[in-house]
T-cell receptor, first 111, second 116 residues
Framework: GQQLNQSPQSMFIQEGEDVSMNCTSS?????WLWYKQDPGEGPVLLIA?????ELTSNGRLTAQFGITRKDSFLNISASIPSDVGIYFC???????????FGKGTRLSVIA | KAGVTQTPRYLIKTRGQQVTLSCSPI?????VSWYQQTPGQGLQFLFE???????NKGNFPGRFSGRQFSNSRSEMNVSTLELGDSALYLC???????????????FGPGTRLTVL
């Protein structure tokens, strides 16, 4: 099935640095979601975006719904060790269609 | 409020056997979706149930099936297991109530299936 193009695949950063990751698609999506998954657990919803251009924050996390509706971005400011994990983007075309996921960005934070 | 629960958490089966996985959604949530997660393919959509009816189906063979009960609990079944079915199977629920954002899916911890 279709998947979103998520980049980078992995990142190694120093504690305190800011992080940016993005997700792109050749198709338009009406909803973008960002999840974080820790080892051995299911993904946890971080931020949901519903409108093109929307910018939403959740603590140190900020996500944006791209104007073209074909991309989304997630930024993490002042990273801390517990930010380690895999971050997934997910898009949905319309209300009753399934979510389509990116392959994830693996984030490692060096103290 | 309790989150999505999945049982069992771990399962080991042999090729040719069948398996049933269970998912209890968040109380009040009416939609349940199932995903297969593997290192190579990422999260792949299996199917979605709403009000005991399959609403969407992914691109998986007929060996994969599911159902939803009147209390919104869901099960998925895989028959004639193959080595390639080894994966983390995730269940997610969403509220689906008019006036609420319908697309926020909340995941359970998953069932880790190993096929030998």
């Amino acid at each position: 099935g279709q998947q979103l193009n998520q980049s980078p695949q992995s990142m190694f950063i120093q504690e305190g640095e800011d992080v940016s990751m993005n997700c792109t698609s050749s198709s338009i999506f009406n909803t973008w979601l960002w999840y974080k998954q820790d080892p051995g657990e299911g993904p946890v919803l971080l931020i949901a975006l519903y409108k093109a251009g929307e910018l939403t924050s959740n603590g140190r996390l900020t996500a944006q719904f791209g104007i073209t509706r074909k991309d989304s971005f997630l930024n993490i400011s002042a990273s801390i060790p517990s930010d380690v994990g895999i971050y997934f983007c997910a898009g949905q075309r319309s209300g009753n269609t399934p979510l389509v996921f990116g392959k994830g960005t693996r984030l490692s934070v060096i103290a | 409020k309790a989150g999505v629960t999945q049982t069992p958490r771990y399962l080991i089966k042999t090729r040719g056997q069948q398996v049933t996985l269970s998912c209890s959604p968040i109380s009040g949530h009416r939609s349940v979706s199932w995903y297969q997660q593997t290192p190579g393919q990422g999260l792949q959509f299996l199917f979605e149930y709403f009000s005991e009816t399959q609403r969407n189906k992914g691109n998986f063979p007929g060996r994969f099936s599911g159902r939803q009960f009147s209390n919104s609990r869901s099960e998925m079944n895989v028959s004639t297991l193959e080595l390639g079915d080894s994966a983390l199977y995730l269940c997610a629920s969403s509220l689906e109530l008019r006036g609420f954002r319908p697309n926020e899916q909340f995941f359970g911890p998953g069932t880790r299936l190993t096929v030998l």
